[in-house]
């Protein structure tokens, strides 16, 4: 079942903060969340194993709502470098062999 | 270290026709996934091998794909015949384990059917 990632496109100011949502239909075993520059090959941002967990990476972080079966991806004082496609992935409990993505969050950054 | 390499970068062929890609994962990764990106969506996975064993072909066609991991390091991913709706980007990735690892990507195979 193919996670929901709202919004689907996001248009921030250098310095503004974004937040990317990822739901899914089913209970979650594990959230991946990748970025994609346009023409470039996914980047790894963060793997998200427990409900509750929170990352943090530079000023991006993430949380993990088990029972929401949903997470979230914080972009905090964002940067020119940040623009691309935001990907979520989720291992689904019960049927956790593949990881399954969402269609995408594009963000644009703009000076 | 070196990354995921891929070839061709770009390829363009007529429907019907047959084509190949080639990847060679980080050393020592053992798992080794294809993935199908279409434009404007998320990667959808073809295949994944532990080794050289399949761990998940679920959406593989396999009347046309076809795809081997050669002693369990490069793979190769086959298309005999194309049609026009392969049109993709093909991504392979590699990770030391299974599942819950950082996958580390090519720069993937932009194939072109016309």
């Known amino acids: 079942q193919q996670p929901v990632q709202s919004p689907q496109a996001v248009i921030l100011r250098e310095g503004e903060d974004a937040v990317i949502n990822c739901s899914s239909s089913k209970a979650l075993y594990s959230v991946h969340w990748y970025r994609q520059k346009h023409g470039e090959a996914p980047v790894f941002l963060m793997i998200l194993l427990k409900g509750g967990e929170q990352k943090g990476h530079d000023k991006i972080s993430a949380s993990f709502n088990e029972k929401k079966q949903q997470s979230s991806l914080y972009l905090t004082a964002s940067q020119l470098s940040y623009s691309g496609t935001y990907f979520c992935?989720?291992?689904?409990?019960?049927?956790?062999?593949?990881?399954?993505w969402g269609l995408g969050t594009s963000l644009a950054v703009n000076p | 270290e070196a990354g995921v390499a891929q070839s061709p970068r770009y390829k363009i062929i007529e429907k019907r026709q047959s084509v190949a890609f080639w990847c060679n994962p980080i050393s020592g990764h053992a798992t080794l996934y294809w993935y199908q990106q279409i434009l404007g969506q998320g990667p959808k996975l073809l295949i994944q091998?532990?080794?050289?064993?399949?761990?998940?072909d679920s959406q593989l066609p396999k009347d046309r794909f076809s795809a081997e991991r050669l002693k369990g390091v490069d793979s190769t991913l086959k298309i005999q015949p194309a049609k026009l709706e392969d049109s993709a980007v093909y991504l392979c990735a590699s990770s030391l384990g299974h599942l819950n690892t950082e996958a580390f990507f090519g720069q993937g195979t932009r194939l072109t059917v016309v």
């Open positions: 091998f532990q080794n050289n064993g399949v761990v998940d």
């Open positions: 992935g989720v291992l689904n409990a019960g049927n956790n062999r593949k990881l399954i």
